[in-house]
């Protein structure tokens, strides 16, 4: 088993660095002490990145780059708001993001796109909108608002990555698929997180994979297990339900070419941030090398 697990690259793995500390210089002393390679930005000293100054987002790529490592991605809260806001719907974590309208939500991809040439990436990672009680109703619509900014994001040469996230419209890989395959856009690919597919229910592997495969750019890592009560919890990386083995395996086979990031949200009682993400790390690499 070792043997197959040999094609995860760890040269390829980062970490979101709030998953860490909210202070970034102590999340990049972590990542570098721990042999990763790069981080994503979603918030700083608990203020989301979007909100960030122009010189605080300079300093931050000035700290990054001291620290040997490099921004791989904007974990942007672009398209985190309702379609409507007269409809109800499901609604998720907003990392200190405020709650806007469909069109703020466009000026906010074009600040994400300034601040990511700032950081010094091309990929900003975003989402399709709460979670109408009947997303295929509103089917037409978010693939329209999703082509727009793809059409946006391929003027200024980024990368938008769609994540599969329970609480909005692509909550699960065969939505975010299929919106990705309607755009077909270079500009718009999936962010695949087989943790949240399992959070929501649904299998990651191999359907939930299947459904992603041909348009993925972006893998987070998280863990996932169900309580006696059926309740998901987040758990460190190989203590949970998701078979990452199959995963690694099929992405290799499929070309994957692409990057990883530690998402962990684990948090041990009595412990910190980091010590989540350093038992995320620690099983992570024990399921690749025996470490």
Request: aromatic share 8%; proline share 4%; with cysteine.
């Amino acid at each position: 088993m070792k043997g197959r697990l040999t094609i995860f690259d760890l040269d390829k793995l980062g970490i979101i660095t709030d998953e860490v500390s909210s202070s970034l210089v102590d999340a990049l002393e972590w990542a570098k002490c721990h042999g990763l390679r790069h981080v994503e930005i979603r918030t700083i000293d608990g203020v989301n990145a979007i909100d960030l100054s122009d010189s605080h987002l300079r300093w931050i790529r000035e700290q990054v780059n001291q620290s040997g490592l490099f921004v791989s991605c904007l974990a942007s809260p672009v398209f985190k708001c309702p379609l409507s806001p007269s409809r109800p719907v499901q609604r998720g974590d907003m990392f200190g993001d405020q709650e806007d309208t469909v069109d703020g939500h466009f000026e906010k991809l074009q600040r994400s796109i300034d601040i990511a040439h700032m950081l010094g990436t091309r990929r900003i990672r975003i989402f399709s909108f709460w979670r109408e009680r009947d997303p295929r109703a509103f089917y037409d619509e978010i693939v329209s608002h999703l082509r727009e900014a793809a059409r946006v994001a391929e003027e200024r040469n980024i990368l938008l990555l769609l994540e599969n996230e329970p609480s909005c419209n692509g909550g699960f890989a065969a939505e975010v698929g299929e919106f990705v395959h309607a755009v077909a856009s270079p500009a718009l690919k999936v962010l695949w997180d087989p943790g949240n597919e399992a959070y929501g229910g649904r299998s990651s592997f191999p359907e939930g994979y299947r459904a992603i495969k041909e348009v993925v750019a972006h893998v987070h890592l998280k863990d996932v297990r169900h309580c006696a009560n059926g309740k998901p919890v987040c758990v460190p990386i190989g203590s949970g339900e998701i078979p990452f083995i199959d995963h690694f395996t099929a992405l290799q086979e499929d070309g994957y070419a692409g990057l990883y990031t530690i998402e962990t949200h684990f948090m041990p009682d009595g412990g910190t941030l980091a010590d989540g993400s350093s038992a995320s790390l620690a099983g992570l690499k024990m399921m690749v090398h025996g470490e």
